[in-house]
């Protein structure tokens, strides 16, 4: 099965960027789809983008076209670029993958639907 491992978190100023990176070892990443969800402290855990093996995405609609997610099957790796960070994007970032699986089209922002996940990335948004 797949093992994630996220990086690229850190301590940004209201306003920037980050890119996050969810590296994929011990399966092949074409084979899963891949979310990124994310946990603030006291509040429940929420799915903001996921990215099917060719490339068909989705994002939750309160993201707001900040985020942008990709993948690069040949380095299994996968990324979540963010822009016009605010305070309240402060959470730990976690991706998680479905599969093995082969979807077209959709995927799934439900935590049920995936099965590994990363232990997560501290993203903290504050001047």
């Known amino acids: 099965h797949v093992q994630l491992v996220e990086s690229g978190g850190g301590l940004v100023q209201p306003g920037g960027s980050l890119r996050l990176s969810c590296a994929a070892s011990g399966s092949t990443l074409r084979d899963y789809t891949i979310a990124w969800f994310r946990q603030a402290p006291g509040k429940e855990r929420e799915g903001l983008s996921c990215i099917n093996s060719d490339g068909s995405d989705y994002y939750a609609d309160s993201l707001d076209g900040r985020f942008t997610i990709s993948r690069d099957n040949a380095k299994k790796t996968v990324y979540l670029e963010m822009h016009s960070l605010k305070p309240e994007d402060t959470a730990v970032y976690h991706c998680?993958?479905?599969?093995?699986?082969?979807?077209?089209?959709?995927?799934?922002?439900?935590?049920?639907?995936?099965?590994?996940w990363g232990q997560g990335a501290q993203v903290t948004v504050s001047s």
């Open positions: 998680a993958a479905e599969g093995p699986i082969i979807r077209i089209g959709n995927c799934f922002l439900s935590e049920d639907v995936y099965k590994y």
